[in-house]
């Protein structure tokens, strides 16, 4: 298992974000050389913890639990073969394109050390958005996305450290539980009625997202029926 690319965007303007401003760093294009990843910070202040990547929009990317978007240059593949096109590690916006490790079957909490130093935890999945469809230029492109459930992994930095295209990916630590990326993506799309499932996972979940499952169980319990009915 190892790193690809490590990939950076810079604030571009376009006209399909709703983004303050018309910018966006989503197409991100390869480094060259070592990056630094750190932690960067709360959401809505923060942004992206891969020095040297631009995030445009903070009040649905960046901060701490969504420091790093890691995707699987097997799922890259994957839709090349459905786009009848090609696609370069970056074009989906992720940070790190990723060779030989399963992204979306990776458990929240799930911890990756890659490169000599940097320490990573599996936080939660990719939603899928208006400017990524734009980006890529796909008609329908959000539900097709949803669709496939195959959304690559945010991560958190436990430890800051550089890394570099080729660098060793390690699984050092897998929680013993059934939520992984694509278990959590499916609950807060297309499955609702797995959120209270998501639970399991803990501390690893972003708290904001534990207390939209919390809510969705008070209203329907853990079996995703209205309570009374």
């Known amino acids: 298992m190892h790193l690809i690319s ?16 018309g910018m966006t ?21 923060a942004a992206s913890g891969v020095e040297g990547d631009d995030v445009c929009d903070l009040r649905h990317h960046g901060g701490d639990h969504q420091a790093v978007y890691a995707y699987a240059r097997e799922d890259l593949e994957w839709w090349e073969g459905e786009l009848e096109r090609e696609l370069p590690g970056g074009l989906f916006g992720e940070n790190f394109t990723t060779s030989g490790l399963d992204v979306n079957g ?22 899928p958005c208006q400017t ?32 570099s295209p080729g660098d060793t990916i390690e699984v050092l630590h897998r929680p ?13 799309t297309t499955e609702r009625e797995l959120l209270a499932r998501t639970l399991a996972a803990g501390d690893a979940l972003e708290p904001s997202v534990r207390d939209k499952a ?3 169980v008070e209203k329907y319990g ?3 029926l209205p309570h009374g009915g």
């Not at 990326?181 to 499916?186: D, G, H, I, L, N």
């Open 176 to 188: 013993d539980h059934e939520v992984t990326v694509e278990f959590w993506f499916r609950a807060f």
């Open 132 to 163: 990524f469809q734009g980006s890529l230029g796909e008609r329908a492109w959000v539900k097709r996305f949803t669709r496939a459930a195959r959304p690559g992994a945010y991560l958190r930095v436990i430890e800051e450290g550089r890394v």
């Open 25 to 45: 760093g989503h197409r991100k294009l390869p480094a060259s050389g070592p990056v630094r990843v750190f932690a960067p910070g709360p959401k809505g202040v």
């Open 214 to 216: 919390l809510a969705y």
């Open 106 to 127: 990776a458990k929240l909490g799930e911890r990756w050390r890659v490169g000599p130093d940097l320490v990573l935890e599996v936080a939660s999945a990719r939603i």
């Open 6 to 21: 490590v990939n950076l965007g810079r604030a571009t303007a376009v006209e399909y974000t709703d983004s303050e401003g």
């Open 222 to 224: 853990n079996d995703g």
